[in-house]
Each structure stands twice: as structure tokens, then as C-alpha cells.
């Protein structure tokens, strides 16, 4: 399988419907896939807002600490990747995403725990935690508890 290198200017990555139908959700998150790169404009994804199904924004320059108002227009998002970025927290408006299926934070090293309103979103099914250095066993352990019907990826 390819692995995806991303480079460390804005960009962000995406895969239509089309392309993901074979594709169950625990794949799309956990293993790298074929997908689409295009420079980080959201004018032109905009334009695929009806068909965007992946959206990376992980590893922005400079760091994200928020989520940027446009996200919230991707209507048909199964997956999204908000990795290595500032993150103390799980933006709220994130529950507006409703189809979400997989959420991948890893290496937000300011987010020390997880909101509950996770889980409400209907689909959501993944949470990758991964290089997490401060979150301790204990923290695992009770953030799996706090969440019963959400995989997290530690």
C-alpha cells in the first residue's frame, strides 16, 4: 500500500464518494489510501462540497487552533484529519458534521481530553489518539469508557 507523504504547507487531501464506496470507515481511517491532493483553497473545494468525502488538514502552517468556517459547508465528510495541528479542544461545531464517521486528532499535544458531545454524533465510529505522549494509560482507559460506542486509536 502507498504511504501518503504530506508536505508542511497548507494542503489538504480528499476522496469523492465514487472513489471511497468499496471502502469501509475503519480502513479510511486507519490505512493510507489513494487520494486526491489539492493545494489548500477552499473556493475551489467548495466547488466538490457535494462529493467530498475525505478532507486532510493535519500538519497546517501555521497551526490550526480552530476549524476553519468553511469546513462546516462539507456536508457528505466520512472522514476528516485535524492532525499535528494546535487543538486544546474538540471544536464544537464539529458536531455539525453529522455523517462523520472517523475523526483523526493525533498529535495535538495541547488536547488532554475529549468533549461529550462525540458522542452524539450519529456515525461516528473512529477516533485516532495516536502520539499522544501525555495521555497516560489512565487517561485511555477512562476516554474508552467515556465513549463505549467509539474506537479510539491510541
Known amino acids: 500500500m502507498k504511504k501518503l507523504v504530506f508536505p ?4 489538504f487531501l480528499f476522496l469523492s464518494a465514487a472513489q471511497a464506496q468499496n471502502i469501509d470507515s475503519a480502513t479510511l481511517c486507519c490505512d493510507n489510501v489513494d487520494v486526491m491532493r ?7 473545494a467548495l466547488e466538490q462540497k457535494d ?3 475525505r478532507l486532510d488538514i493535519s500538519m497546517q502552517h501555521p497551526k490550526l487552533t480552530d476549524l476553519p468556517e468553511e469546513l462546516l459547508q462539507f456536508g457528505q465528510l466520512t472522514y476528516l484529519n485535524l492532525g499535528f ?5 474538540v471544536p464544537a461545531t464539529l458536531a455539525r458534521l453529522r455523517g462523520l464517521e472517523c ?12 468533549p461529550d458531545f462525540l458522542n452524539t454524533m450519529p456515525n461516528l465510529k ?3 489518539l495516536q502520539d499522544m505522549p501525555h495521555w497516560t494509560a489512565k487517561s485511555k482507559e477512562a476516554a474508552q469508557k467515556k465513549f463505549p460506542n467509539i474506537k479510539l486509536e491510541f
Open 8 to 11: 508542511l504547507f497548507a494542503s
Open 38 to 44: 489539492i493545494e489548500f483553497n477552499f473556493d475551489r
Open 51 to 53: 462529493v467530498l468525502t
Open 85 to 89: 495541528n494546535r487543538f486544546s479542544t
Open 103 to 114: 475523526l483523526d486528532l493525533s498529535g495535538n499535544y495541547n488536547l488532554y481530553r475529549l
Open 126 to 128: 473512529v477516533i485516532r
